[in-house]
């Protein structure tokens, strides 16, 4: 169960989270990059894109689960996000149509469930290059039984 009326930081399984799916691409891009050459070097081509492409991307992850935290009231959720644009997004749960909850193969490992908060907003809809995607109001990472016990107090305060 989460404390209401509280600050709510993200588990430390967030950041390992995000962690774990960089190094795998990584790690993913290094083969691919090995496959048409001769040499078999894996850390020689490994290393440098770690340092390189997946620091900026731990520090950006490191930056989201320290300056990311929420805060539930009897009727409504505050998601306080950003280290120098700081976003707070207020979701009334009288307008929230659809609360989905996801866990991939690494998050399943991690323990934690990501669940997608989303309302009648147009502000979900962006439309770029001629075509529109959608994305939701509310996104967290929260471990398993925090997010569906999330969904489940979201959903009785609804009715």
Known sequence: MINLSTSIKLPIKTFW????????????IS????IPSSEKHFFSIFIPLVIFIGTPFFIKDYIYYNFTNFFIENNKITI????INKKSN????DKIQTIKIKAGLIARFFGLSKIEIWTSSPSQIIIK?????NEADGILFLKNEDA???KSFILEKHQ
């Open 17 to 28: 989270y995000f962690v774990a799916k960089r190094i795998l691409i990584i790690s993913f």
């Open 90 to 93: 207020f979701i009334v749960f």
């Open 129 to 133: 290059d001629q075509k529109t995607e």
């Open 80 to 83: 306080n996000s950003g280290l």
């Open 148 to 150: 569906r016990w999330l």
């Open 31 to 34: 083969f691919l990059i090995l």
